[in-house]
Nanobody, 127 residues
Framework: QLQLVQSGGGLVQPGGSLRLSCAAS????????IGWFRQAPGREREGVSC????????NYADSVKGRFTISRDNAKNTVYLQMNSLKPEDTAIYYC????????????????????WGQGTQVTVSS
């Protein structure tokens, strides 16, 4: 079964850190850019970060610049989102996503359509 499997997340106090992981199962992440997205209650889904297939290009939403870092380990077939200095407004369900190879989605920014989504992971920032 082809899927993205997420891990990490949870409850953290403001100013704390979390790391999210997104691992591909049944297919390789090589040649694909990967995006992280989030959706807070009552809000539209928004793009958080993207990393190109080579890892040489990344981008971030203005709201997370300087606090979040995206990275990838192709040998582990995994992409990470390190989140530091977390704020209550970062509370959301976070998703990773990528495209099928035929869409040639190797660069950032990464827009729809997406063929693979992670299952989502809750991040709650609260004291």
């Amino acid at each position: 079964q082809l899927q993205l499997v997420q891990s990490g997340g949870g409850l953290v106090q403001p100013g704390g850190s979390l790391r999210l992981s997104c691992a591909a199962s049944g297919f390789t992440l090589d040649y694909r850019a990967i995006g992280w997205f989030r959706q807070a209650p009552g809000r539209e889904r928004e793009g958080v970060s993207c990393i190109s297939s080579s890892g040489g290009d990344t981008n971030y939403a203005d709201s997370v610049k300087g606090r979040f870092t995206i990275s990838r380990d192709n040998a582990k077939n995994t992409v990470y989102l390190q989140m530091n200095s977390l704020k209550p407004e970062d509370t959301a369900i976070y998703y990773c996503a990528t495209k099928a190879l035929f869409r040639s989605g190797s660069r950032c920014p990464l827009g729809p359509p997406f063929d693979y989504w992670g299952q989502g992971t809750q991040v709650t920032v609260s004291s």
